[in-house]
């Protein structure tokens, strides 16, 4: 995955990318080096995020950086805001994710949107609920289908309308659909099932859009 502008393979996949149309894209994830600290880790990364969004004008691309959970650069909502400090926002953003988000920010999420909200292009819409693992017994987190998990969609949509923030969505399917949460071609449930869950989705996340402006 995109991270920087120096690998000769990301420049002709950005290349490729702008001969065939493509206006926004997602980059690859930043890794800390343990041996650094959070501040010489950054500096480091702002280095290649800047040439990056550099590389991104030269091919008029968009280059979106996802607020992963867990133990990625960018889990911590402020790592992205010290990333793209500075950026021209038509060039470099975050392609904010309100699962993740709200995995790792608990109630904090809504001041990253705000901090955020110049560079919010894209967006991803998925839920989550934690649950105890039925084997160990330990806390984790378990995909759902759209409004069965714990995101505010409605408080999250009505803060974007509220910033006027018009970013292209898209939906993620990550609960447990037959393998094909997972891309598989095998499944163990029918594509018709696969669908039916799909549109399902989208109808709830049609209602919860209207409900947000209603509320």
């Known amino acids: 995955r995109v991270t920087n502008a120096t690998d000769e393979v990301n420049r002709r996949v950005l290349n490729t990318a702008a ?11 930043y890794k800390f080096d343990e041996t650094l600290g959070w501040k ?4 480091a990364h ?17 280059g979106a950086y996802q607020n992963h959970a867990g133990n990625y650069v960018g889990a911590y909502i402020p790592d992205i805001i010290y990333l793209l400090e500075g950026l021209d926002p038509k060039w470099a953003g975050c392609q904010f994710d309100i699962r993740h988000a709200s995995v790792e920010g608990g109630k904090a999420w809504p001041k990253g949107v ?17 649950a105890k693992h039925p084997k160990s017994g330990k806390w984790e ?5 759209l409004g069965e998990g714990m995101v505010d969609f409605v408080g999250y949509f009505k803060l974007l309308r509220k910033l006027n923030i018009h970013p292209v969505a898209t939906m993620h399917a990550e609960y447990e659909l037959g393998g094909a949460n ?5 499944l163990k449930i029918s594509k018709k099932q696969v669908y039916k869950a799909l549109r399902k989705d989208l109808q709830v996340l049609k209602d919860l859009w209207q409900k947000s402006a209603e509320s």
Do not use: C
């Open 19 to 29: 001969d065939q149309g493509i206006q926004f894209y997602r980059m690859g994830y």
């Open 182 to 186: 997972h891309g598989h071609r095998e």
């Open 114 to 130: 705000e901090w955020l909200k110049d560079y919010l292009s894209t967006i991803v819409i998925k839920d989550f609920t934690w």
């Open 141 to 145: 987190v378990m995909n759902t289908p």
């Open 40 to 43: 010489d880790n950054l500096d």
């Open 46 to 62: 702002r280095v290649e995020m800047k040439s990056l969004a550099e590389l991104n004008k030269e091919h008029g691309l968009h």
